[in-house]
């Protein structure tokens, strides 16, 4: 377990906190005007080990070869210059800091961090972390890694699960969930959408996707597999065969048969590794998926057609109706894809280029 302390009085200014893995739509952007919930579990903390954050330079500023240094194999509109290792926590574990008027940018709705850190020490005015809680942006206080300093506390930090027992624990994400809306006075002040997690999720699994594909058509599972990624892959693979097959593989799942040539696991919830298995009888290509939205395509949860009435029958888990369905394709999340896709090396294939540059007419195609 750890707090985190100003860097320049040792005010702590966290309560105790565990380490997990940064989620895919951290910095998701989503929507337009819409409530988006905490982005962190209370009690966790991730890392971001890249750059977030201003000061950003556009790309035509960026000096040749520097952004290759970074891991950025094709252009971005700008990338940020600010210090590695950002610090992220819900809220409500935030302790002994102050907003700082002057740096509130945003005020859509909130606060978005754009001017830099807003919140400051409140025993020394150091400026150390930016909450965000602008619309459409994932609630979350951002600590600069430069104002705080990480000190171990009384108490273990938790052992990370074995794959077993996060597949026993059973935390899956669920693919729909209703999005609050502000201020609505007529009519509901939410709707039912696709999970904006599931969007950043395919958004970064199907640059991967395209990555490995060769640029070859992709075959990927039947079912919500299928609805989630094959619309963008026949998009923007070219058709005919040979095609490349992806399928699941994981804890609790079968081995992946020999022929198999790309593999979609999960990923730790708390570690951030992929699943390898012990025995690997596959050279097949992993592209990560995070556990949660995983565990819902490897072991969806069944819902009854109609409810059930009287006492609950054997192998029903309850008797509410499933969750509304969305009224409209799945899309990816533009952001997430692009995030990935420029930071794989494959996109320097003139193919995958002209993808990562020309993402208007399928965002229009509304494929994202």
């Known amino acids: 377990m750890f707090v985190f302390a100003c860097g320049r009085c040792g005010a702590e200014l966290t309560t105790p906190l565990s380490q997990v893995a940064l989620p895919a739509h951290a910095h998701q952007k989503y929507g337009n005007g819409l409530q988006l919930p905490v982005l962190m579990e209370a009690g966790t903390f991730a890392e971001d080990p890249e750059p977030w954050g201003p000061p950003w330079r556009r790309w035509e500023e960026i000096p040749p070869g520097e952004a290759v240094a970074r891991g950025i194999h094709a252009p971005v509109f700008a990338l940020s210059y600010g210090a590695p290792g950002s610090i992220v926590v819900a809220p409500g574990d935030a302790r002994g800091t102050v907003l700082i008027p002057e740096r509130a940018g945003g005020y859509c709705c909130g606060l978005d961090g754009a001017d830099g850190p807003n919140m400051a020490c409140e025993a020394c005015d150091l400026p150390v972390a930016s909450r965000i809680d602008d619309c459409s942006l994932w609630q979350a206080v951002w600590f600069a890694p430069d104002a705080v300093r990480r000190l171990a506390v009384d108490g273990a930090d938790p052992v ?177 894809f692009q995030h990935t896709l420029v930071r794989l090396p494959a996109v320097r294939s003139p193919w995958l280029r002209e993808i990562a540059d020309n993402l208007t007419p399928y965002t229009r195609a509304r494929l994202f």
């Open 160 to 336: 990370p699960l074995t794959w077993a027992a996060l597949v026993e624990e059973g935390k899956s994400t669920p693919p729909f969930e209703p999005i609050a809306t502000w201020g609505a006075r007529l009519g509901p002040n939410h709707f039912w959408s696709w999970s904006p997690r599931w969007e950043a999720a395919i958004g970064r699994a199907l640059a991967h996707l395209l990555a490995a594909s060769q640029d070859r058509p992709v075959t990927v599972p039947d079912g919500l597999g299928k609805e989630v990624f094959q619309r963008a892959l026949d998009a923007l693979l070219p058709a005919g065969p040979p095609s490349r097959r992806a399928v699941l593989a994981g804890p609790g799942q079968p081995a992946a048969d020999a022929d198999a040539d790309i593999v979609l696991v999960p990923t730790h919830p708390q570690t951030g590794q992929m699943w390898t298995p012990a025995d690997p009888v596959t050279s097949a290509h992993p592209v990560p998926l995070p556990f949660g939205v995983w565990l819902w395509l490897a072991f969806p949860e069944p819902h009854l057609p109609l409810p059930a009435s009287g006492g609950m029958p054997d192998g029903v888990l309850r008797d509410d109706p499933p969750a509304p369905r969305p009224r409209y394709l799945f899309r990816a999340d533009p952001g997430a």
